[in-house]
C-alpha cells in the first residue's frame, strides 16, 4: 500500500461554512453591499469555495480577498479562517511547502493572543503539512501539542482529528497496532459527532492498519465504506482514498483485472481534478501491479512518471518506495548496473527517513503527553528517560554499525554471486536462441524449396498431362461409359492439382514474399473460413511498413498455428484475428469463443511448443487466458528490429 495516511485539515471558523442553496449571484451581491466588516470576510470565502473543485485559481482569488480584509481589520479569526481554506487548495496541487509556509505564518500570529482551539487547529494544519512532507517527528510534535490544548478546552473535534493524524504517524513508521489504536479513539469521536468526513477519515487508517497487518478481508469492506461515503458526500478525494485502498487489497488478493481498473480510476479523477499526488499513488500502485504480473516493459513508464512527480511534490516517503519499485525492475531486467545505483538511491533515502531515531523520538513524545499532568514525576520521568536513551543510543550505534559492516559485506557478496549467475543465465539463454533461430530459418529454408519444387516441379508436370489428356480428349472416339470414366479421371487430376497448389502455398505464401505480411494474412483468413460455418474476423495495423523477411514469416507462421488450433480444436463460431504494429512494439491478438481448454492441457501441446519457440525467437511474451465453455484468447507481446 502507498499512501499511509490521510490528514485531516481543520476550518477554524466558528460560522457554518457549508454551502447552502444560496446562489452565486447572492454570495456576490452580498460582497457588493456589505461594509468592510468580519461578516464580509467570511462572505468572501464563501463565494470562493463556490469556485473549489472547478476553479481552483478563482477559490484562491477570493480567499485572498478575504486574507486583505482580515489584515486591514487586524482579525485573527479571517486569517486562521484564509490558511484553512487556502492550505486544502495548494495540497491537492502539491504544493506543500507553500501550505507550510502559510502554516507556520499564522502560528506565529496566533501565538500573539490567539484562542487555545485557534492554536489547537494551527498546530494540527501545521502537523499535517509536516507529514505531507515525510518529516514524521516534527508531525507528531505539533500533533500532540494540538491533543493538550484539545483536552483542556474539551474540544471533541480536534480531540479527533489529532488522535487519526497520529494514527497515520504510527503507520507510517510501521507501528500498525498502535496505529490502529489511535484510528479507533479517533472513530469513536467520529460516531458521536455523526460527521461522515470525520468517520471516513478514521475509517481510512484502521484500513490502513489491518491492510499491513495482513487483515484484507476486513481492509477492502473498511475501503468500501470509504467508497461509499464518498460517494454520499459527493467528494472525489475521499472516493480515491476508497479506490487507492481497495486497489491494493485486491492487487495482494490477485484480483489483478479489479486492482488495475481501480488504480486507473484514481490517476484519471486525479487528472480530472488536478490532484498529482493522487496520480503518483495510481502510478505506484499499477507499476508494482505490473512488475508482479512481470509486465516490465510496461511498469517502466509508470514508475518514471511517478519519481518525477514524487520529486515535484518533495514526498520521501513515496519517492523512496518508486526507487525500490526502479531496482526491481532493473533486477528483473537483467541490467545489474542501473539496479545498484536505484538501490543506493532508496537505501539512502529508507535510512533519513525510517531509522531508530525517528521513532523513539515520537514514542518518548508520547510517553510525555501522556504523563504531563502529573507534574512531580514528569522531572523524574524525564531524567530516567534521557539516561536510557543515552545508554540505548550508545549501545545501538554500537550494533548497527556491526550489522552494517556485516550487511554490507554479504551484499557485496550476494551480488556477485547475482551477477555471474545473470551472465551463466544470459549465455545460456542466447545459445538457445541461437538454435532456435537455426533451427527455424532451417525449416522455412526447407518448406520454400519444398514448396518451389512442388509449385514449378510436381505442378508443372501434372499442368503439362492435363494439357495432353485434354488433347488426345478431342481425337478419340469413346462410348457414353468410356466418355464419363475419361471426364471423372480429369476432374480428379484438377483437384489434384489444387490441392498441390494449396498446400505449397501453405508451405510458403507467394503473397507474403511479393505482397507483406499484411496481405498474406488477410488472404489467408479469407481461405480459411471460405464457405465454413464459423468466421474469420482479421484486423491488422500498421503492418504496411515492410520487416525482415524472417520476422514476416514467423509472424505469419504464429497467426497460421494459432489459427489452425482454433478451427480444428474450439469449435468457435467467430474468430478474431489481431496483428497490430506500433513503431517497434509488435501485438498478435488470437480469440475465439469456442469451448475452451483446461490451462494444463493447452501448456502440454505440441503445437503450443512450435509457437513458443517463435515467440521465444522475436523475444516476445506469451500470454494464455482460456477457461472450459468460455473461449480462448492467446496474446502476444514483442518488439521487432527495424529493416535496414
Not at 510525555?368 to 522531572?379: D, F, G, I, R, V
Request: aromatic share 8%; charged share 25%; hydrophobic share 35%.
Amino acid at each position: 500500500m502507498k499512501r499511509l495516511l490521510l490528514v485531516v485539515f481543520i476550518l477554524m471558523s466558528q460560522n457554518a461554512f457549508a454551502q447552502n442553496d444560496s446562489s452565486r449571484s447572492r454570495l456576490r451581491f452580498l460582497i457588493a453591499e456589505k461594509p468592510d466588516d468580519s461578516i464580509k470576510v467570511f462572505t468572501y470565502y464563501q463565494y470562493g469555495e463556490t469556485f473549489e473543485t472547478e476553479n481552483s485559481d478563482s477559490a484562491l482569488f477570493y480567499y485572498r480577498k478575504g486574507k486583505d480584509l482580515s489584515e486591514k481589520l487586524n482579525f485573527r479569526k479571517g486569517l486562521s479562517t484564509y490558511v484553512s481554506y487556502s492550505i486544502v487548495i495548494l495540497n491537492n496541487q502539491g504544493k506543500f511547502r507553500e501550505a507550510l509556509q502559510l502554516c507556520l505564518d499564522l502560528l506565529e500570529v496566533l501565538g500573539q493572543g490567539g484562542s487555545k482551539n485557534d492554536l489547537a487547529a494551527a498546530y494540527i494544519n501545521t502537523g499535517s503539512e509536516w507529514q505531507y512532507l515525510s518529516d514524521l517527528e516534527t508531525a507528531a510534535e505539533y500533533y500532540l501539542q494540538a491533543a493538550k490544548l484539545a483536552e483542556e478546552t474539551g474540544n471533541d473535534k480536534f480531540q479527533r482529528v489529532a488522535n487519526n493524524n497520529l494514527a497515520s504517524v504510527f503507520n507510517s513508521l510501521q507501528q500498525y497496532e498502535k496505529g490502529k489504536q489511535y484510528a479507533g479513539k479517533s472513530l469513536l469521536i467520529a460516531q458521536k459527532m455523526n460527521d461522515d468526513y470525520a468517520i471516513a477519515s478514521s475509517t481510512i487508517n484502521i484500513a490502513t492498519s489491518d491492510f499491513f497487518l495482513k487483515h484484507y478481508e476486513e481492509s477492502l469492506q473498511h475501503f468500501k465504506q470509504v467508497e461509499s461515503l464518498g460517494k454520499k458526500m459527493e467528494d472525489d478525494i475521499i472516493i480515491m482514498d476508497g479506490w487507492l485502498g481497495m486497489a491494493d487489497n485486491y492487487k495482494e488478493s490477485k484480483e489483478y483485472q479489479q486492482s488495475e481498473m481501480y488504480y486507473r480510476n484514481v490517476m484519471e479523477t486525479a487528472d480530472r481534478i488536478d490532484a498529482p499526488e493522487y496520480k503518483m499513488y495510481g502510478y505506484m500502485g499499477i507499476s508494482d501491479l505490473l512488475l508482479r504480473t512481470k509486465k516490465y516493459a510496461l511498469a517502466q513508464p509508470f514508475i518514471e512518471e511517478g519519481i518525477l512527480l514524487a520529486q515535484q511534490l518533495g514526498t520521501k516517503i513515496e519517492l523512496k518506495d518508486l526507487y525500490l519499485r526502479a531496482t526491481e525492475l532493473q533486477e528483473a531486467t537483467g541490467n545489474a548496473a542501473a539496479a545498484l545505483q536505484w538501490h543506493k538511491k532508496f537505501v539512502a533515502l529508507n535510512d533519513s527517513i525510517l531509522n531508530e531515531k525517528n521513532t523513539a523520538s515520537i514514542n518518548g513524545m508520547e510517553i510525555k503527553y501522556e504523563t504531563e499532568k502529573k507534574e512531580q514525576q514528569l522531572a523524574l520521568q524525564e531524567a530516567t528517560i534521557r539516561q536510557k536513551s543515552t545508554l540505548n543510543y550508545i549501545l545501538f550505534a554500537g550494533v548497527a554499525a556491526l550489522l552494517l559492516i556485516s550487511f554490507l559485506s554479504y551484499r557485496t557478496y550476494q551480488q556477485k554471486r547475482k551477477l555471474q549467475e545473470q551472465k551463466i543465465a544470459e549465455l545460456e539463454k542466447e545459445k538457445l536462441l541461437l538454435a532456435t533461430q537455426s533451427l527455424l530459418k532451417g525449416q522455412e529454408d526447407e518448406r520454400s524449396r519444398l514448396a518451389k519444387d512442388l509449385h514449378d516441379g510436381l505442378g508443372g508436370l501434372l499442368s503439362g498431362v492435363k494439357l495432353q489428356l485434354g488433347a488426345m480428349k478431342g481425337n478419340l472416339i469413346l462410348s457414353e461409359e468410356h466418355g464419363r470414366t475419361f471426364n471423372n479421371a480429369l476432374g480428379k487430376l484438377d483437384e489434384s492439382i489444387s490441392e498441390m497448389r494449396r498446400v505449397a502455398h501453405n508451405m510458403m505464401p507467394e503473397a507474403l514474399m511479393k505482397l507483406g505480411l499484411q496481405q498474406a494474412l488477410q488472404d489467408y483468413c479469407a481461405g480459411l473460413s471460405d464457405s465454413q460455418s464459423f468466421k474469420i474476423n482479421g484486423e491488422f495495423y500498421g503492418l504496411e511498413k515492410r520487416m525482415e523477411s524472417s520476422t514476416e514469416i514467423v509472424v505469419y507462421r504464429i497467426v497460421q498455428e494459432l489459427l489452425n488450433n482454433a478451427v480444428k480444436h474450439s469449435g468457435a463460431s467467430v474468430i478474431l484475428a489481431q496483428v497490430m504494429r506500433q513503431d517497434n512494439s509488435l501485438t498478435i491478438t488470437v480469440e475465439d469463443n469456442g469451448r475452451g481448454f483446461e490451462k494444463e492441457t493447452i501448456l502440454q501441446g505440441a503445437g503450443l511448443k512450435n509457437i513458443r519457440s517463435r515467440v521465444d525467437y522475436l523475444k516476445g511474451q506469451l500470454d494464455i487466458q482460456t477457461t472450459p465453455g468460455k473461449g480462448t484468447s492467446v496474446h502476444i507481446d514483442c518488439i521487432i528490429e527495424e529493416n535496414e
